[in-house]
Nanobody, 128 residues
Framework: QVQLMESGGDSVQAGGSLRLACAAS????????MGWFRQAPGQEREAVAI?????????WYTDSVKGRFSIYQDGARNTVYLQMHSLEPEDTAMYYC????????????????????WGQGTQVTVSS
């Protein structure tokens, strides 16, 4: 059974920084495709950063976070991080970690349907 456990969410002032972590455990998930999504109240869940895509450097970012957020894995590739700088009130959301099954036929793309396993989420609140 695959488990994804997010941590690091907090309440911060605009301009602040946070680092989210997602610890993956179990068998059958892909270390080659892991991502962060977020969902604000009343809005759809959206992809924020995906690691393992065919984008340059293997990472994809949604336009609103480019230059401010960075996704990376630890050496053992069991934990994926989302480093967030210059946070804005618009970044306020529940942040979710996700990964694919290791036998997935889907490409590693920023689409919700491409991901099979999800964490419970960690809340990020940015005040102005």
């Amino acid at each position: 059974q695959v488990q994804l456990m997010e941590s690091g969410g907090d309440s911060v002032q605009a301009g602040g920084s946070l680092r989210l972590a997602c610890a993956a455990s179990g068998h059958g998930y892909s270390k080659n495709c892991m991502g962060w999504f977020r969902q604000a109240p009343g809005q759809e869940r959206e992809a924020v950063a995906i690691l393992g895509t065919t984008a340059i450097g293997g990472a994809w970012y949604t336009d609103s976070v480019k230059g401010r957020f960075s996704i990376y894995q630890d050496g053992a590739r069991n934990t994926v991080y989302l480093q967030m700088h210059s946070l804005e009130p618009e970044d306020t959301a529940m942040y979710y970690c996700a990964t694919q099954r290791d036998d997935s036929i889907w490409e590693c793309t920023p689409k919700l349907g491409a991901f099979n396993y999800w964490g419970q989420g960690t809340q990020v609140t940015v005040s102005s």
